[in-house]
Nanobody
Framework: QVQLVESGGGLVQAGGSLRLSCATSGGTSTMGWLRQCPGMEGEFVSIITSSGGSTSYADSVKGRFLISRDNAKNTVYLQMNSLEPEDAAVYYC?????????????????WGKGTLVTVSS
């Protein structure tokens, strides 16, 4: 069982930046970030392969968000820049997915409890 713990969420003004972190209990696998607004379906944000060699982003965040990982620290990051009110959501870290999966959740198996990002206009 892989445990994931997110941190780094908070309140930021539009145009600002936040960096989310996700600490894993161990092992390396394809990991990613998804987000969910209240009453809405979850939305894919970004994914990274186990080596960090390949990444992918939702069109809505491309050019603004950057996913990375430090396998020595068992941590995945999501640098979020130029934040918009539409980015406000609970962000979930996930692991065990498939990079090329067409599913919105990319087949992720393990999930963190989420961290709240609020963007004020």
């Amino acid at each position: 069982q892989v445990q994931l713990v997110e941190s780094g969420g908070g309140l930021v003004q539009a145009g600002g930046s936040l960096r989310l972190s996700c600490a894993t209990s161990g092992g390396t696998s394809t990991m990613g970030w998804l987000r969910q607004c209240p009453g809405m379906e979850g939305e894919f944000v970004s994914i990274i392969t186990s080596s960090g060699g390949s990444t992918s982003y939702a069109d809505s965040v491309k050019g603004r968000f950057l996913i990375s990982r430090d396998n020595a620290k068992n941590t995945v990051y999501l640098q979020m820049n130029s934040l918009e009110p539409e980015d406000a959501a609970v962000y979930y870290c996930a692991a065990g997915g498939r990079f090329w999966s067409p599913a919105e959740d990319r087949g992720m198996i393990y999930w963190g409890k989420g961290t709240l990002v609020t963007v004020s206009s």
